[in-house]
C-alpha cells in the first residue's frame, strides 16, 4: 500500500475486512468546530474517529503526547486495528491531522498505513458517499506494538540540537507564528521559535486543492530550508501535529525520515530555562 492513496482507491477498497479508515482530524484551540461534531456530521462510510486527545499520555498537562506502547496497543486493539489491518487516515481539512496517525502508527511498528490524499475535502468533490450520525463499535482485537524510539524527540534532544547544531529543527508553524509577530492559538504562550530553527509552514505541503504535492516540488521546498539529507532532521510545530505532516512530506519527497518533537513549541515555550527568538 502506497504511503498517499487517492479517493480512487479508497473507494475501492472500502468494506474490505482487512482495512480501516479512520478520521484524525484536528481543530486548533481557538478554532471553530470540534472532531466530534464533524465526525458525525459526515465522514468516509464505515470511518472509526482517531482521537488523538485520548490515545495519549494522560500524565502530562502538554496536548496529545505519544502515549505508552501499552496503551496505545490497548486502544487500536480496541478501535479494530491488528497487526495485520491495512489503516487509512484521512481528516476533515485535508492534509493537517492524518499524517500525525500515520506518524503513530508506524512509531508503534506498524507499517501497513496511509494518509489519504486530499482528506475528506477531496473525497466528497470526487463525489464519493458520505454517512451521518453516530458510529457503531468497532469489533476488537489484539495489537502487538513494535516501539521505534528514533522516530520521537523530546525537549532533552531538542535542547541538546540547539546547544551544538547536529540536527536542523524544522518548524510547520505559519511564519507569523514563527517569527514572533503573530499570536499563539494558545493563551499565555508566546510566539517566536528555536534558535536556527528553520520555518517550512504547513501550508507549503498541499497544493490550492488541498491535495499533496508531488516528490519534486517538496524536495525543493525542504532544499530551500536547508534539508537536502546530510544532515539528520528533527520536525516541530504548536503541539506535535503538523510537525507529522512536515515528516510524511519529507518521506514522500525521497529524503531520510525525522524524528518529531511530540512536545513541539508548546512545550519549549513554555519552560523558562529555553530561548525563544523572534525574528519579526
Not at 479494530?80 to 502508527?105: C, E, I, K
Not at 504562550?189 to 499533496?212: C, F, I, K, T, W
Request: proline share 8%; charged share 20%; with cysteine.
Amino acid at each position: 500500500m502506497d504511503m498517499l492513496v487517492t479517493t480512487e482507491w479508497l473507494a475501492g477498497e472500502l468494506g474490505k475486512p482487512d482495512l480501516v479508515v479512520f478520521d484524525c482530524s484536528t481543530f486548533l484551540p481557538n478554532e471553530a468546530g470540534n472532531k466530534h461534531d464533524a465526525f458525525r456530521a459526515a465522514r468516509i462510510p464505515g470511518a472509526r474517529l482517531f482521537d488523538i486527545d485520548r490515545i495519549a499520555d494522560d500524565e502530562t498537562d502538554l496536548p496529545h503526547m505519544v502515549p505508552t506502547p501499552a496503551k496505545f496497543a490497548r486502544m487500536v486493539g480496541a478501535l479494530g486495528v491488528a497487526n495485520d489491518t491495512r489503516v487509512v487516515f484521512y481528516d476533515q481539512h485535508g492534509l493537517r491531522g492524518s499524517p500525525r496517525g500515520w506518524w503513530m502508527m508506524r512509531l508503534f511498528g506498524h507499517d501497513k498505513v496511509a494518509v489519504l490524499d486530499g482528506g475528506l475535502p477531496a473525497w466528497v468533490k470526487d463525489g464519493r458517499p458520505v454517512e451521518t450520525g453516530e458510529a457503531p463499535a468497532p469489533a476488537a482485537t489484539t495489537f502487538v506494538p513494535d516501539f521505534r524510539a528514533s522516530m520521537l524527540a523530546g525537549i532533552g534532544d531538542v535542547k541538546r540540537i540547539v546547544a551544538d547544531g547536529s540536527a536542523l529543527v524544522i518548524d510547520a508553524r505559519a511564519k507569523g507564528r514563527f517569527d514572533g509577530s503573530a499570536a499563539e492559538p494558545r493563551a499565555g504562550l508566546p510566539s517566536g521559535h528555536m534558535p536556527g530553527a528553520a520555518n517550512v509552514p504547513v501550508s507549503e505541503m498541499a497544493g490550492p486543492d488541498g491535495r499533496a504535492k508531488d516528490p519534486a516540488t517538496l524536495r525543493a521546498i525542504f532544499a530551500a530550508a536547508g534539508a537536502t539529507g546530510g544532515k539528520p532532521v528533527v520536525t516541530s510545530c504548536g503541539s506535535g501535529v503538523t510537525a507529522c505532516v512536515l515528516a510524511f512530506g519529507m518521506v514522500r519527497a525521497g529524503l531520510p525520515e525525522p524524528a518529531v518533537y511530540d512536545g513541539s513549541w508548546t512545550e519549549w515555550a513554555s519552560r523558562p530555562e529555553t530561548i525563544k527568538q523572534k525574528s519579526a
